[in-house]
């Protein structure tokens, strides 16, 4: 991947913005950079995960590692845009390399409360956001170095989906993909499309210049592309261009949701991840075991 950097168009400092792709998922993890000191923060990281072995691997996070290591970074913020259901985080195994504090949302309390019964998580789960370090709040400012940012919360996908505006460049997590592939799905637990149409107007209000960079991307038949601005989005996006009203989206949205299958790393990825990233305890023979509750996603 070519390394990109956001416009400069507000007169302040900007982040330096490198995608790393992880190709079974179609995940793109980032690491932003202050350009004027060695501070960064890692956005959406994968843990490879085979689920017919049940492998775990970190080919993935060894490549961020590798980056940041090579361009002498400090990694200060080790961010989540959601509780992802198809992939599993490398948050943990890079906050041990690297440091930095492991943060999404403060909404995860209501994902965590509805998949911790999922999954029967027991008593020692807390469903409080405890196992992260940092729960962004709505609106809330934070800084990379000398990069100015803050958290939106922009529910519809899941409750606890937030983006990140950095400088000018945008991570909404799976809220918006690129034009021709228009918006995430609202069909999973806590999900809303009305809600997500809302948010995507939040979204779509930043100045248009914003650069939007993608946290998936399927190709549609062309290469692969990670980023967009807020004005492509509003001329182009097939579902929530500048034309198109509420409720013709909720009724495409939904209806569309009903063809969509289930995220083959749904299972994993969520018990997983609502403990940011941490595997469960190792049980009594000395291995770590994942639950596969049946009929529980119907």
């Not at 980056?67 to 041990?96: F, T």
């Not at 248009?208 to 960079?213: E, K, P, Q, R």
Request: charged letters at 20%.
């Amino acid at each position: 991947m070519n390394n990109s950097n956001a416009g400069n168009q507000s007169g302040t400092v900007q982040p330096k913005v490198v995608p790393f792709f992880e190709e079974d998922s179609n995940t793109f993890s980032y690491v932003v950079s202050d350009p004027t000191s060695n501070s960064c923060a890692i956005i959406d990281s994968v843990l490879n995960f085979d689920m017919a072995s049940g492998n775990v691997d970190y080919k993935s996070a060894l490549s961020i590692i590798q980056y940041v290591e090579e361009k002498n970074l400090k990694v200060e913020w080790i961010i989540e845009s959601h509780v992802h259901a198809d992939h599993l985080s490398a948050a943990p195994y890079l906050q041990e390399r690297l440091g930095g504090k492991i943060a999404i949302g403060d909404k995860v309390a209501v994902v965590q409360e509805v998949f911790g019964s999922v999954f029967n998580a027991g008593p020692e789960f807390k469903p409080d956001g405890s196992q992260f370090d940092h729960l962004f709040t709505d609106g809330e400012k934070y800084s990379i170095g000398n990069l100015q940012a803050y958290a939106i919360h922009t529910p519809g996908h899941t409750p606890a989906c937030m983006t990140h505006v950095i400088g000018d460049a945008v991570f909404a997590g799976d809220t918006i993909f690129m034009p021709d592939a228009g918006t995430a799905r609202a069909d999973f637990p806590g999900g809303d499309a009305t809600i997500l149409f809302q948010s995507i107007k939040k979204i779509l209000s930043l100045p248009a210049h914003s650069a939007i960079y993608m946290c998936h991307d399927y190709g549609e038949g062309r290469d692969l592309e990670y980023q967009t601005t807020v004005k492509e989005q509003l001329e182009n996006n097939i579902h929530v261009n500048a034309e198109v009203i509420e409720s013709e989206f909720v009724s495409m949205r939904e209806a569309r949701d009903k063809t969509l299958d289930v995220p083959h790393l749904i299972l994993p990825s969520l018990q997983v991840n609502m403990r940011a990233g941490h595997l469960p305890e190792a049980e009594d023979d000395g291995r770590i075991y994942l639950k596969l509750p049946l009929d529980a996603l119907r």
